[in-house]
């Protein structure tokens, strides 16, 4: 089909239709947003837990400097807390990788393999033969078509000379 990468990895095979590129393209442009959203929810888990481990140094701190009350009263109704009811961030992560994440990167692939042989980023491939200046150097399809820089080759940045 028109616009396929000039390497075997990235190819439609025969008889696919270009309505099941761009579905399979919108398939993964969904999985990389789970995908990220996957890192902020882990991301969060590091932060509320990072929080918690200086909530307990303010704690001793607070003791130190003759707060007890105060130093007692955050330590007993916040530190260790549970975010959610009965959770902490680490099981909301395994909930969300068993329940979600984990369902959808195996339904991406299931529909890849029994779509077009298992194929990624058929889409991409298209909009980078469609985008790219062909025959220029830095917009080569493939790492192969890549000119060895020699020394020579590289740029030298400009020194100031004062």
Request: aromatic share 6%.
């Amino acid at each position: 089909m028109d616009g396929d990468l000039p390497d075997d990895d990235h190819l439609t095979p025969p008889g696919v239709d270009e309505t099941t590129v761009e579905a399979l393209g919108k398939l993964s442009e969904a999985l990389e947003k789970v995908e990220i959203a996957r890192g902020d929810l882990y991301r969060f888990h590091q932060m509320t837990g990072a929080a918690d481990f200086a909530l307990g140094d303010a704690v001793e701190l607070l003791r130190q400097a003759g707060h007890r009350e105060l130093a007692d009263r955050i330590e007993t109704e916040l530190v260790g807390r549970n975010v959610l009811p009965g959770r902490w961030t680490f099981q909301i992560v395994e909930d969300y990788d068993d329940t979600y994440w984990s369902a959808f990167r195996r339904l991406e692939q299931e529909a890849r393999d029994a779509l077009v042989g298992g194929t990624r980023h058929l889409h991409e491939a298209r909009l980078k033969e469609q985008r790219r200046t062909q025959g220029r150097r830095g917009h080569e399809a493939t790492p192969q078509q890549t000119p060895q820089q020699t020394p020579q080759q590289t740029p030298r940045r400009e020194t100031d000379p004062t």
